[in-house]
């Protein structure tokens, strides 16, 4: 690796080396936009009638050297811009040698003053007048900086804004964002300003990982919400900006290939098959329903096909990965616009995984291992989207426009997993109890939303804009097999391990759960401008009513062999099974309908004078959510409904000195509603305790306050610094929860919460070179109650008032202690770095990209100091590519995950007192409870564009 790294930065030693030469005559300027001062990267510059010319760099800027001296005419051309021609005279002492050119949009004459175009949201100029013009705290990635990125999915976008980090999938990839240390609970999703229900079977928060990147037009993420928003975000709001119609023309399309490479290569491994078309996508209860009288269908093993749990070790396909995007816009005016954009992303992924299960049944909380779990992932994914978008304007400020996504997300995952149960084993020996565990797993996500919008100019300065929306999102998880086996580890007279039969060991679970969540709504915004020249003020009220209806079906049946100790040959068609529960999981909470209605209105102004902006306003909430689940109705929660009401005020103020600066202050309250499966009553037990829902579970309320200082120099260069505080009012953690002489793990609110933080956003372009960089730290605080275990003592009867006619002086016992720990998913340190080589002429695009992301809380034990924690983790990845010719064809290269970074959990316990020399622990300091690897991802590909 390091020698790749040597020849990374040759090349760009050899790139600053070649183009240093300057000729004693040489022309240079800078092109923009007269309107916006954005320059105008890629801008030709030429010299009538000779071999001179050049194109504008990443900062806008242009040089022609080795130019005799002479009188020429200078032409400037851009796309959708008006030609410009000007004569100079090149000589040693002409003052003609340097000359910037402000171009016009094609469709404005040259003594328009007041523009009505339509802007192109997917520039990187674009996005950094959005940044600087935006009335709240904003952060952006454009389209632009995402086609030339190693991305290719929306979380992988997201990890490179500034404060955010991502939580990853079981194949590595990132799935769900982590907006300034607030867990992924605490963000919500819009597609086009409009929000969208999740596939997720639990909750709220949107897998990001399921929308292609190149669907969009840029990324947003807002992190001060201002009145006329959805209140429910206290980290922050993503907003996918779907690819709307272009002014010209526009084909595109890409075709890729490439491979994870633990699949190919030196010490690559096979990838585990199965049949999905086997698998039933409805249970045998969805199937056949209860009769009239309530008598529930009895499955029988012809519902359960045995195909399921049988698996090929195959050499997967390559990956294959293709889109397009056409659009135009039609009629004397170009009234009428359209495009459709699609993607399809096949890939085959993996993990090699090591997993110690512990055990605190010790004294004073110390860890030890019961078992050493070797587990393989193989995973098909299947990822597809589709946009399009028509609009229709009446006239500039009077236009409708319908919108339509549809994504899908397909996971097909084998797991394979070998337990050495160390408990059982002679330490050391070699010999022991082995469980293994066969899993095949098809979960399929889908998300549509059609959105109805229009934007009316009912008089000259009141501005009415309405949005009606179908929103729909699926989870199925059909028919996943779980197949458990038992060996033993023996070994022969020579120390060599024999061959031992296989048995069955427990349950041969199949289970089927899905849910969907339906979303219907209505927005209404009403803007009344008014003002002079000194001071400018809008007045702007609305509302939004949203009907949700979520349903949640989970089916689980247990086969148990019969009789219990037969020999598994892998044939299962040999094997004898009894259905345990032939109808299914009768009367489980986990089969719940709900419905929330939210109902919103607002009102806020904006007020511009001089050099200040105050935006100020109020939101009203009203959530009414109600639950009906199959649990008996005798059990507390079984039904429920809720409702509540927030009153949200926010005020932002923007001090701009100079057209290059700004500063802000900002301070919103917010909320953030309980996912839906912690308020259902339901009651199962897993680990060490019962896991519970909480049906009592309140929303949580939270003050936040960011300042940040902005300055844009100039192009397309930035530096955004600022600091952030939030006051958060019942947290929802997991932790425990005392009950009589029982202790439960559920969902609570937890007091009050406080994180804080800063951010530094810095980019600088010079010429053919740029760097990106972002930089957060965080710090936030909770306490919650920990279990922990000991042996009692005479001080501790007193000191705990201890009834020793039920626990006695030394024996081991539990008690509940508070601890101060950090928010859950919140990293101190998060930073990433981009270095960039940018040579239009030559056809050259460059980027290597390093995320950092430092030590968090990953898991949340019951025990006192066992909790799980994220190692610092260094991604590295690069994206090549290559301009083939003047018809638009480029060749592409992306690498992911060069460094094949694992992911470790660790406990910050010694590991030195463990017993057994389990492997993997090279820390004296810390035991390591879990590590993944993903290996590398190559993509290599053509795009090109009409």
């Known amino acids: 690796m390091k020698y790749f790294f040597l020849f990374v930065v040759s090349i760009f030693v050899v790139f600053v080396v070649s183009f240093q030469g300057i000729s004693a005559q040489t022309f240079r300027g800078k092109v923009t936009d007269k309107l916006s001062n954005e320059s105008l990267i890629g801008a030709t510059v030429s010299l009538r009638n000779t071999k001179f010319g050049a194109k504008a760099g990443l900062d806008g800027r242009f040089r022609i050297t080795g130019i005799p001296n002479g009188t020429y005419t200078v032409v400037v051309r851009y796309i959708g811009y008006q030609t410009i021609e000007q004569s100079i005279i090149i000589s040693p002492t002409s003052d003609s040698a340097r000359v910037n050119f402000a171009m016009l949009p094609s469709q404005l004459k040259r003594d328009q003053v007041v523009v009505e175009g339509r802007k192109n949201l997917s520039t990187e100029a674009s996005a950094r007048t959005s940044v600087q013009n935006s009335p709240t705290v904003l952060n952006i990635v454009s389209a632009k900086t995402i086609e030339v990125s190693p991305d290719i999915q929306v979380a992988q976008v997201i990890q490179r804004v500034s404060g955010v980090s991502i939580e990853r999938n079981q194949n590595g990839d990132g799935q769900y964002a982590i907006v300034r240390g607030m867990d992924k609970r605490y963000n919500y999703t819009l597609i086009n300003g409009v929000k969208i229900p999740s596939p997720d079977n639990s909750n709220r928060y949107i897998p990001l990982d399921i929308f292609p990147a190149e669907l969009l037009d840029r990324l947003e993420v807002t992190k001060a919400l201002t009145p006329d928003m959805e209140g429910d975000a206290i980290g922050g709001v993503v907003n996918l900006v779907m690819k709307n119609a272009p002014e010209y023309f526009l084909f595109k399309a890409n075709a890729s290939t490439g491979a994870n490479l633990q699949y190919f290569g030196p010490n690559s491994r096979k990838f585990q098959e199965f049949n999905t078309s086997v698998q039933s996508h409805l249970s045998p209860n969805q199937i056949n ?76 909380n110390s860890t030890a291992f019961n078992s050493v779990l070797g587990r393989e992932f193989s995973v098909h994914q299947i990822r597809s989207g589709l946009h399009s978008k028509l609009d229709y304007e009446f006239s500039p400020l009077n236009k409708i426009s319908l919108y339509n996504a549809y994504v899908r997300l397909v996971d097909q995952q084998s797991r394979f997993i070998t337990d050495t149960n160390l408990a059982r084993n002679r330490v050391g020996s070699g010999e022991g109890t082995v469980a293994i565990e066969y899993r095949s797993r098809q979960q399929i996500q889908n998300i549509y939303n059609g959105t109805l919008q229009g934007i009316h100019l009912l008089q000259e300065n009141l501005k009415f804009d309405w949005s009606t929306v179908y929103s729909i999102a699926t989870n199925n998880d059909p028919d996943m097999a779980t197949l458990q086996l038992t060996t033993e580890s023996k070994l022969d007279s020579n120390g060599n ?21 339906r979303d219907i709504a209505s927005y209404a915004n009403l803007l009344y401008t008014t003002g002079d020249e000194e001071m400018s003020i809008d007045y702007k009220i609305g509302g939004m009513v949203r009907l949700k209806a979520r349903e949640n079906i989970f089916d689980r049946y247990l086969i148990r062999p019969n009789p219990s100790n037969q020999e598994y ?23 719940y309908t709900i419905d929330e209605n939210v109902f919103a209105g607002y009102a806020q102004s904006k007020i511009q004078f001089g050099n200040y902006q105050i935006l100020a306003g109020v939101r009203f909430e009203h959530t009414a959510l109600s639950w009906i689940t199959e649990s008996d109705a005798s059990i507390p929660g079984a039904t429920g409904d809720r409702s509540y009401s927030d009153l949200l005020p926010s005020l932002h103020f923007k001090y701009m000195p100079t057209k290059q600066i700004n500063w802000r202050a900002n301070y919103f309250r917010s909320i953030s509603r309980p996912g839906f499966f912690e308020v259902i009553p339901y009651n199962i037990f897993e680990e060490d305790y019962r896991q519970q829902g909480n049906p009592n579970l309140n929303r949580v309320t939270a003050d936040n306050v960011d300042i940040r200082f902005e300055f844009f120099p100039e192009a397309l260069d930035q530096i955004l610094l600022g600091v952030f505080y939030k006051r958060i009012q019942d947290p929802i953690e997991r932790a425990l929860q005392v009950q009589g002489t029982s202790i439960a793990m559920t969902t609570q609110n937890f007091g009050v919460a406080t994180n804080y933080g800063i951010e530094a956003d810095f980019t600088k372009y010079i010429n053919k070179f740029g760097i990106r960089a972002n930089y957060t730290y965080t710090n936030s605080s909770i306490t919650t109650d920990k279990s922990i275990r000991y042996r009692v003592t005479e001080a501790d009867v007193v000191k705990f008032n201890i009834d020793t006619t039920v626990i006695k002086v030394g024996s081991l016992s539990e008690r509940i202690e508070s601890q101060t720990r950090p928010l859950q998913g919140q990293s101190a340190h998060i930073g990433n770095i981009s270095l960039l080589y940018k040579d239009i002429e030559a056809g050259w695009d460059i980027q290597l990209s390093g995320i950092l992301t430092g030590e968090r809380l990953a898991i949340i034990s019951p025990f006192k100091d066992n909790d799980e ?78």
Do not use: C
């Open 869 to 946: 924690w994220e190692r610092t983790t260094l991604q590295v990845d690069i994206s090549i590519e290559k301009e083939l010719s003047d018809i638009g064809l480029t060749f592409f290269f992306k690498a992911r995950n060069l460094l094949d970074t694992p992911l470790e959990h660790f406990i910050k316990q010694p590991s030195t007192n463990l017993i057994g020399n389990p492997p993997l622990q090279d820390n004296p300091d810390r035991i390591l409870v879990r590590r993944d690897l993903y290996n590398r991802t190559v993509q290599l590909g053509l795009r090109y564009t009409l």
């Open 569 to 591: 040959t892998g044939d299962l068609t040999q094997t004898t099974f009894r259905i345990f529960n032939p109808a299914g999981s009768n009367r489980n909470a986990l089969n």
């Open 497 to 517: 391990h024999r061959d031992l039969p296989i048995f069955y060991d427990q349950d041969y679970l199949r289970r089927w759960t899905s849910n969907s969540d």
């Open 289 to 364: 329903p209860p009769a009239p009288d309530g008598t529930r269908y009895q499955a029988t093993m012809a519902d359960f096909p045995l195909e399921a749990s049988k698996f090929s070790p195959v050499t997967p396909m390559p990956n294959l990965l293709a889109g397009f995007t056409i659009g135009n816009r039609f009629g004397e005016q170009k009234e009428f616009g359209a495009i459709l954009a699609t993607s399809y992303q096949s890939q085959f992924l993996g993990t090699t995984s090591h997993l110690f299960t512990t055990d605190v049944n010790r004294e004073n």
